[in-house]
């Protein structure tokens, strides 16, 4: 049995971010099942007023759009401080539950506690109280979502982590950060020039990400809890395409200061230097690190088509990596580096592959055809894009096996360019 103690800050005081002045309603739809659904009993949590619903309804909605879990009903009242009946939990349909309460405490703070236990090992596999601000109800349930999945599946639970995406409602462009289901919309960046290419820093504390603010496109470093920001790459020409090292000291970069598009590292503190990390007369473009640091994978038309090709993260010579279609671009790694992502060519569609980087087996994760801008979940089991239907953009995540999918949308413009943030815990 675990059982924690803990607490958690205020969301929005922790990333610096404010609510934005415009109505940004993002929907989430979900389609497909997990191979195998886990059957868990969601308890109500005890408690008054509305938290405790907010709550049930946070928990129940992280772990079905999941596709993990299949909830059941059962009959009885339950508490974490109260023996529970294993036996007749398990006759019910039930092979786990999960029972807690909201209560209010001193300071405008609420005290959660819950536990999650095995009715078929009949043991408590956790339990935990915490304790956050009445503002941050949401951001517990998806804490407790997290726990739940990780100790039924084995996985870290990634319902507490956050995304970032740029929106454009009329001539404004926004670079927003959201929970993983793309409510809590805050803004970060408003602007009435393009922004693309958000990507989050190792800590997760920075955004770097690409402003044409100044007519041209240059690289800036975003802090999220103080707001300040710093150009990176402003070179002469166009500066493009920022990478995160893994120690998240420096960025690679796509560079025309010198002609051609080549890349090159900048320090993610800014200043006037830039190493360059490329040597052809080719197009070299989108570099993104080896979660290990030791590589660079990006994208050249050096055979004469766009393909992704691998060097070591210093500088040196270049492996090609895919083969099977004439067009393959934007690579992004899995967390533990064993799988790439990227946008392939086929029949005129552009569609989101996954390569296997051991065996080298491929296969398509989408079907659309209009695909862009993959990146992976920071446990490797999903990864976010942008699509494109009925004259409208919005986003995507497809789970690994695909499976699931997962559609986030708005009401009130394009919604595009995801990158999912990293565990901050």
């Not at 529970?84 to 092979?95: C, E, T, V």
């Amino acid at each position: 049995m675990n059982r924690r103690a803990f607490h958690l800050g205020t969301l929005a005081i922790a990333l610096g971010l404010t609510t934005p002045l415009y109505a940004q309603t993002m929907r989430i739809d979900v389609s497909g099942v997990g191979a195998r659904q886990v059957p868990l009993a969601l308890a109500p949590f005890a408690g008054t007023g509305s938290l405790p619903r907010t709550l049930d309804t946070v928990i129940g909605d992280d772990l079905k759009r999941s596709g993990m879990f299949r909830l059941v009903n059962v009959t009885g009242s339950y508490s974490e401080n109260t023996p529970l009946d294993m036996s007749a939990l398990r006759s019910q349909g039930a092979d786990s539950i999960l029972v807690g309460s909201v209560n209010p405490v001193a300071n405008a703070r609420v005290e959660f506690r819950y536990k999650l236990a095995d009715t078929i090992r009949q043991s408590v596999l956790s339990e935990a109280t915490m304790t956050a601000g009445e503002n941050d109800v949401r951001l517990a349930g998806h804490r407790i979502a997290d726990t739940v999945y990780e100790k039924l599946t084995g996985i870290k639970g990634i319902f507490s982590t956050r995304i970032a995406f740029v929106s454009k409602q009329g001539n404004r462009y926004r670079l927003n950060v959201a929970d993983w289901d793309g409510q809590n919309v805050q803004t970060a960046l408003n602007a009435t020039e393009p922004i693309i290419s958000p990507t989050w820093s190792p800590d997760g504390k920075r955004l770097a990400y690409v402003s044409f603010e100044t007519q041209k496109p240059v690289v800036y470093v975003h802090d999220l809890a103080t707001g300040q920001r710093r150009a990176v790459a402003q070179f002469k020409g166009s500066n493009s395409a920022p990478a995160w090292s893994h120690d998240g000291r420096n960025l690679a970069v796509t560079l025309t200061r010198d002609g051609g598009s080549q890349i090159y590292q900048v320090s993610a503190e800014g200043g006037q230097s830039a190493r360059r990390l490329t040597q052809s007369s080719s197009i070299d473009t989108e570099p993104v690190y080896s979660p290990d640091g030791k590589f660079l994978y990006f994208t050249s038309d050096r055979g004469g088509a766009p393909q992704i090709y691998r060097m070591p993260a210093t500088g040196g010579a270049a492996t090609r990596v895919t083969f099977g279609s004439s067009y393959n671009v934007s690579p992004r790694m899995s967390p533990d580096g064993r799988n790439m992502a990227y946008v392939t060519q086929r029949d005129g569609r552009f569609l989101i592959a996954l390569k296997n980087l051991e065996s080298g087996e491929e296969k398509l994760l989408t079907d659309t055809g209009e695909e862009e801008s993959p990146s992976f979940s920071p446990n490797g089991q999903w990864v976010m894009y942008t699509t494109r239907a009925g004259g409208r953009e919005y986003l995507m995540a497809v789970s690994v096996d695909g499976r699931i999918k997962q559609r986030l949308s708005s009401d009130t413009g394009n919604v595009r360019e995801p990158a999912w943030g990293p565990f901050t815990w």
